[in-house]
T-cell receptor, first 115, second 116 residues
Framework: DTGVSQDPRHKITKRGQNVTFRCDPISEHNRLYWYRQTLGQGPEFLTYFQNEAQLEKSRLLSDRFSAERPKGSFSTLEIQRTEQGDSAMYLC?????????????FGPGTRLTVL | AQTVTQSQPEMSVQEAETVTLSCTYDTSESDYYLFWYKQPPSRQMILVIRQEAYKQQNATENRFSVNFQKAAKSFSLKISDSQLGDAAMYFCAYRSAGAGSYQLTFGKGTKLSVIP
């Protein structure tokens, strides 16, 4: 069990560019979550997958954001036409359906800086 | 919508002493889960302790324990025998127990410093 991994760990981009982040959950975890954490705040929920189905999306997830989880394994989060307000840490978490306490295991995050 | 409030942006504790971090939450639900997560500097968030709302007994994990007051909607974390490695941001989080509601709602966090 290697834990949740995210790539890249850091991304610097210019306003208006598109960026894509990847998350690899713990193997056999069928639930995957994306959160955004800005400086001085707790993580905020963005979206959630069960297997390959995206079942819940926050109103924070504007039209410029899209997430996928093909084949129910890794997930990607794409931000189009980035804005300075998108600068944040993007966290991925996963867990396994059936655990009564549903603990979510977090990855190290991708820190995005939009110049 | 549920909200989680951590009223202490920063706390400090002397090594080997005990410290309590506060958390209150607002919900109209009767069944839910509460969590404390630890986020060390530049490292990933890890679970410290969790509590099911239907359980009256307070959860404990080694040096970490909670004081869960359901009526008061309070969920504080006590760290005993504080160690240097306990220095981190601590986040309180809430999750509904309802089917299909799996997202965590976090507070803004408390930064804990441990003084040698």
């Amino acid at each position: 069990d290697t834990g949740v991994s995210q790539d890249p760990r850091h991304k610097i981009t210019k306003r208006g560019q598109n960026v894509t982040f990847r998350c690899d959950p713990i193997s056999e975890h069928n639930r995957l979550y994306w959160y955004r954490q800005t400086l001085g705040q707790g993580p905020e929920f963005l979206t959630y997958f069960q297997n390959e189905a995206q079942l819940e999306k926050s109103r924070l997830l504007s039209d410029r954001f899209s997430a996928e989880r093909p084949k129910g394994s890794f997930s990607t989060l794409e931000i189009q036409r980035t804005e300075q307000g998108d600068s944040a840490m993007y966290l991925c978490a996963s867990n396994e359906q059936g655990w009564s306490t549903d603990t979510q295991y977090f990855g190290p995050g991708t820190r995005l800086t939009v110049l | 919508a549920q909200t989680v409030t951590q009223s202490q942006p920063e706390m400090s504790v002397q090594e080997a002493e005990t410290v309590t971090l506060s958390c209150t939450y607002d919900t109209s639900e009767s069944d839910y889960y509460l969590f404390w997560y630890k986020q060390p500097p530049s490292r990933q968030m890890i679970l410290v302790i969790r509590q099911e709302a239907y359980k009256q007994q307070n959860a404990t994990e080694n040096r970490f324990s909670v004081n869960f007051q359901k009526a008061a909607k309070s969920f504080s974390l006590k760290i005993s025998d504080s160690q240097l490695g306990d220095a981190a941001m601590y986040f309180c989080a809430y999750r509904s127990a309802g089917a299909g509601s799996y997202q965590l709602t976090f507070g803004k966090g408390t930064k804990l410093s441990v003084i040698p």
